[in-house]
């Protein structure tokens, strides 16, 4: 089993920046790959962003360029990194991983970030 503890979420302005951090812990040893997804209210959980164990990346066209992933492997820890904040960032998102490419076994409980404007 893989657990998932998110962090640096909370409440901020239009124009911030903010990262967000995923630690894992457990049976680490053969995720393949590490992503975040976001849920807005009112809307489904889609996914922004997932890094492989190999350094590949994948971005969702509605975050490129503000968004950025990252993996320390060493730590077990995936961040994102997120610039210039709109309101419509606003959305719970969470910590996902699989022992698979574009598998998503184990979550994270979900961390809120708010951006007002």
């Known amino acids: 089993q893989v657990q998932l503890v998110e962090s640096g979420g909370g409440l901020v302005q239009a124009g911030d920046s903010l990262r967000l951090s995923c630690a894992a812990s457990g049976r680490t040893e053969n995720l393949v790959n590490m992503g975040w997804f976001r849920r807005p209210p009112g809307s489904q959980r889609e996914l922004v962003s997932s890094i492989w164990s190999g350094g590949s990346t994948y971005y969702a066209d509605s975050v490129k360029g503000r968004f950025t992933i990252s993996r320390d492997s060493a730590q077990n820890t995936v961040y994102l990194e997120i610039h210039n904040l709109k309101p419509e960032d606003t959305a719970v998102f969470y910590c996902?991983?699989?022992?698979?490419?574009?598998?998503?076994?184990?979550w994270g409980q979900g961390i809120q970030v708010t951006v007002s404007s």
């Open positions: 996902a991983a699989g022992h698979k490419v574009n598998s998503w076994l184990y």
